[in-house]
């Protein structure tokens, strides 16, 4: 089982729609949990990141949390041509180190 | 402020080869991390330092790659020599506290022939 996994995907929403990204983990131990964005040939870009239970919203991206249940999620709403990209979810384990799942590609149709 | 700069973007050699990769972290940034992809497979964890030392290397995949920090400010990851599975893209990243996001280096491509 993998540490960290997420649907490859392609998520193909309409432009305008919510798009929703899923991510579990298999260490109860981890703390902190972050969503990273990357384009094609490009560096992941941290666009959130979230250490409590529940939800956090930042303009457009809500990420929430649920330790009890190992899950983590990105809502992007409003969703624009230009978010179209490979979406990591990563946590860091007991020595803080950042583990990746293998992403999922989203693509939002004009 | 800069970000991570890594150099080179694009590295091509034949198996057997050396290459060095370099990484300039933000400044003031004591963590440096170096991570790895290899084609189809997720970001994997190579090693950790703070400031020059190596806080955790248990990502190396084997002793033909050797990470260094001078004087905790850039740093360099040597393959020596280079095999066909070592082909990928290396990541670096720094941050100023550990457990936080990190800020990520554009990548070297290494491609091994």
């Known amino acids: 089982q993998k540490e960290v996994e997420q649907n490859s995907g392609p998520l193909s929403v309409p432009e305008g729609a919510i798009a929703s990204l899923n991510c579990t983990y298999s260490d109860r131990g981890s703390q902190s949990f972050f969503w990273y964005r990357q384009y094609s040939g490009k560096s992941p870009e941290l666009i959130m990141f979230?250490?409590?239970?529940g939800d956090k919203e930042d303009g457009r991206f809500t990420a929430q949390l649920n330790k009890a249940s190992q899950y983590v999620s990105l809502l992007i709403r409003d969703s624009q041509p230009s978010d179209s990209a490979t979406y990591l979810c990563?946590?860091?384990?007991?020595?803080?180190?950042?583990?990746f799942g293998s992403g999922t590609r989203l693509l939002v149709r004009p | 402020e800069a970000g991570v700069t890594q150099f080179p973007s694009h590295s091509v050699i034949e198996k057997g080869q050396t290459v060095t990769l370099r990484c300039d972290p933000i400044s003031g940034h004591d963590n440096l991390y170096w991570y790895r992809r290899v084609m189809g497979k997720e970001i994997k964890f190579l090693l950790h330092?703070?400031?020059?030392?190596?806080?955790?290397e248990s990502g190396m995949p084997n002793n033909r790659f050797l990470a260094e920090r001078t004087g905790g400010t850039y740093s360099t990851l040597k393959v020596q020599p280079a095999e066909l599975e070592d082909s990928g893209v290396y990541f670096c990243?720094?941050?100023?506290?550990?457990?936080?996001?990190?800020?990520f280096g554009s990548g070297t491509r290494l491609t091994v022939v």
């Open positions: 979230i250490y409590s239970n």
């Open positions: 330092f703070v400031k020059e030392s190596k806080q955790d």
């Open positions: 990563a946590v860091t384990d007991s020595s803080y180190k950042l583990i």
């Open positions: 990243a720094s941050s100023q506290e550990e457990g936080y996001g990190y800020t």
